[in-house]
């Protein structure tokens, strides 16, 4: 079964409200029903992925998140979208159902209606956070109508001639941008998100689902003018003056400032838009591979013979692919660099040609695409940690993603391609999580991962297979960060734990060991006060507090057991402490015979006598205390019995203090690299938490799993020693970096021939 079409059944929403029928006449009400359908469909993907962007960023947010209550906020809002994403859906449908029913009305803007259900009498200050919103969806509007003015303004006059009404404009439009953006805003109130989070999921809106609504508007403009509803309109769009830079043999005659402006422009490409509005990335990498080749030692000529077509080119590299899949096996995959790439191309295109006939070659342009992408994925690898799986599949991955790139320019020009957010998608996870080990726990993902890549091989490219991939994979991923972010939260939680409880014991020594100054006690007593009772007074402080009666009622005991208070009723005393010992986790039996034993109220059992006083006093010793089975290896807080002090640690150097104060300041989520001195092996550990206190912290690995318990002090220590290292946040994924590295190396290489102009001449 398909898992790319699993994924997307699942995330299509119920079945869309239906539009009110018999308001328009039968051919007006069939257009506009079919419009609502096509809307339906062309909205499903980019609304899907700008909420899969949404709960991205949100957990990105929380990851550097500088406060515990921001962060808490952020994880709030992720688990409403992931909980009330398929209802949000339906809820956007409905509010877009309710735009195209109120096709025709007469709109009342939202300040006229307030002012009209208002009388001036009783006028009130707007709420900011009102406001915030009306002004981001008016510019949201705004923005979208000036992008796709050209294909709405058809749409509003053949919309109006349908229902017979002025041209419809604005919030009139029940497609256009701002009725989308309020149908959107009304379906996201329900989720209740503060006001950063409802502005970024708008700006995310604007992004994803805006900024691609010219191909819906393109299709529905068709459909009416198809069925003749003005057929002859046209809109007179506002010329544009592009001037196409000529490629020339020699490409050191081009300005020096072209190159270097356009690959400013590759180093982060951008969405294109439709037809010569485009970025001509593409375009700009050959020159500068141009200017590279110069500055080695001039530009070679076209070798003789015919170049490949399209069609040739994509069979010689599904041959290849058949053909590495048998001769290698996973192991021995490696990145083909562009020689390599370029010559087994060669030979797969003059496969069986006669000896006398024409070479085929690669042209030109097929040429630079072979060496662009080869270099993308040699600056990949080099991002990607030693000694893990994500070399292996990177390489596996090298021939398909080449293919598309042959196939779809756009993969160039456009950031959101569906085969580079695969590429980075991949790259990114078996880099992150995969350690190159044949842990249980890698398995699943490394099963995933591969199953993707080698369909990629398997199946000819097209935008379709790789958007289905993607979905695929980044569901599987959704729910491993899941995994991760619950796994992470119990460790934190369960580290707070200890940290209270940790207080509260210290704090139950501090007031037995002020009433042991007093009133020393001795034998079975002192076993007692000392082990089981001490952590009767720090559970009740931490669940009711110092200031509690029941912290008041064990303290009122403890001094009576001491002799500072008066015993008016010793069976009762007797009852209280054995209830006491048995809340700590004591049997009952035994809480009774330490209770009667040391306080002798009630008649002794003639059968079963009771132990001695020293039985019973090593067996409190030998007893576990509170919280030392989830951290027996941490030193306690020094109690009245110590017998030996702690060790001093040692003393902290000025760098090391530094360090420490620096490790105060950084947001809980800030990544370490540990190197083992041992075998040189790094992994990676997040800081989940610290403890402001004691200076406690919690360290986990990228599933959440709990890693090196440390202090900061121990930390910081690391640090300066060099085994420890802090990772700096990255603000660009591996693919942005890589192409970073890529064009700043063209460029650099471009800007050694202009510096030498001599010496590239001699050459």
């Not at 992470?488 to 037995?512: C, I, K, N, T």
């Not at 008041?552 to 209280?576: N, Y």
Request: hydrophobic share 40%.
């Amino acid at each position: 079964m398909d898992v790319g079409q699993d994924r997307r059944r699942s995330l299509a929403p119920h079945q869309p409200a239906r539009l009110t029928s018999g308001r328009w006449p039968a051919r007006a009400e069939r257009l506009i029903e079919a419009s609502y359908a096509s809307c339906i469909e062309g909205l499903h993907e980019p609304v899907r992925h700008c909420m899969s962007e949404f709960e991205q960023k949100l957990f990105t947010l929380a990851d550097h998140a500088l406060r515990a209550d921001e962060q808490q906020d952020l994880f709030a809002s992720r688990q409403r979208v992931l909980q009330d994403r398929t209802t949000f859906q339906q809820r956007f449908l409905e509010a877009l159902a309710t735009a195209f029913n109120e096709l025709g009305n007469p709109a009342t803007p939202p300040v006229a209606a307030a002012l009209e259900a208002k009388p001036w009498q009783s006028l009130e200050l707007l709420d900011p956070v009102v406001q915030e919103l009306s002004i981001a969806l008016t510019q949201l509007g705004a923005r979208g109508e000036v992008r796709h003015s050209g294909v709405l303004h058809e749409l509003g006059y053949r919309l109006a001639v349908l229902i017979g009404a002025p041209p419809l404009e604005g919030p009139a439009l029940p497609l256009g941008p701002h009725a989308l953006a309020q149908a959107f805003h009304r379906a996201s109130a329900e989720l209740e998100l503060p006001l950063k989070h409802q502005l970024l999921l708008l700006q995310l809106f604007d992004q994803w689902v805006i900024s691609s609504l010219a191909p819906l508007y393109g299709i529905i403009n068709a459909q009416l003018q198809a069925d003749g509803i003005l057929p002859q309109i046209r809109s007179i769009p506002i010329p544009r003056h592009i001037t196409k830079r000529a490629r020339s043999a020699g490409a050191e005659t081009a300005p020096a400032a072209e190159p270097a402006a356009a690959s400013e422009k590759t180093a982060k490409p951008q969405s294109g838009g439709a037809g010569g509005d485009s970025i001509e990335v593409l375009e700009s990498l050959r020159d500068l591979l141009a200017q590279r080749r110069a500055s080695q030692g001039g530009i070679p000529g076209q070798p003789a013979g015919r170049a490949a077509s399209e069609d040739e080119l994509q069979s010689a590299l599904g041959a290849l692919q058949q053909h590495l899949a048998k001769v290698t096996d996973h192991a021995s995959r490696e990145l083909r660099s562009a020689a390599r790439l370029r010559e087994e191309l060669l030979t797969q295109l003059n496969l069986g040609k006669p000896s006398d006939a024409p070479p085929t070659q690669l042209s030109a342009e097929q040429g630079d695409t072979v060496e662009l992408v080869a270099g993308l994925f040699e600056q990949l690898g080099q991002q990607l940690q030693q000694g893990g799986n994500a070399r292996g599949l990177l390489s596996n991955l090298e021939l398909p993603v080449l293919r598309m790139a042959v196939a779809d320019h756009a993969f160039f020009e456009k950031r959101e391609h569906p085969a580079r957010q695969l590429l980075e998608t991949v790259a990114t996870a078996a880099n992150d999580w995969l350690d190159g080990s044949d842990d249980e726990s890698n398995r699943p993902l490394a099963t995933k991962l591969e199953q993707l890549v080698g369909r990629a091989n398997q199946e000819p490219p097209s935008t379709g297979l790789y958007t289905t991939l993607l979905a695929d994979i980044e569901h599987h991923l959704a729910l491993l960060t899941r995994k991760a972010q619950a796994a992470e939260r119990r460790h934190v939680e369960a580290a707070q734990g200890r940290e209270r409880l940790d207080q509260a014991r210290h704090r139950a020594s501090e007031l037995m060991a002020e009433r042991f100054e007093q009133s020393p006690p001795r034998g079975l007593l002192r076993a007692l006060l000392d082990r089981a009772w001490s952590d009767v007074l720090a559970l009740t402080l931490l669940r009711h507090g110092e200031d509690s009666d029941a912290f008041r009622t064990q303290l009122a005991i403890t001094d009576q057991l001491l002799g500072r208070l008066p015993t008016s009723d010793w069976l009762q005393l007797q009852q209280d402490v054995e209830s006491g010992l048995q809340q700590i986790g004591m049997h009952a039996e035994e809480s009774v015979q330490v209770a009667q034993r040391l306080l002798g109220a009630g008649k002794p059992d003639p059968v079963v006598p009771l132990p001695s006083a020293t039985d019973l006093a090593l067996r409190l010793k030998q007893h576990q205390r509170l919280g030392e089975q989830h951290a027996a290896h941490e030193p306690l807080a020094a109690g009245p019995a110590s017998q030996s002090p702690p060790t001093p640690p040692p003393a902290i150097t000025p760098r090391e203090l530094h360090i420490q104060q620096h490790l105060r300041e950084l947001p809980f989520g800030s990544w370490f690299e540990f190197v083992d001195p041992t075998n040189g092996q790094i992994v990676q550990r997040k800081l989940a938490w610290y403890s402001p206190m004691s200076g406690r912290c919690l360290l986990v690995s990228r599933r959440g799993q709990r890693g090196e318990e440390m202090t900061l002090t121990q930390l910081a220590r690391e640090i300066a020693s060099g085994r420890v290292c802090e990772v700096p946040p990255q603000r660009e994924g591996m693919l942005d970096r890589a192409w970073r590295s890529l064009t700043g190396s063209l460029r650099q290489a471009s800007g050694a021939r202009r510096a030498n102009p001599q010496e590239s001449d001699r050459r």
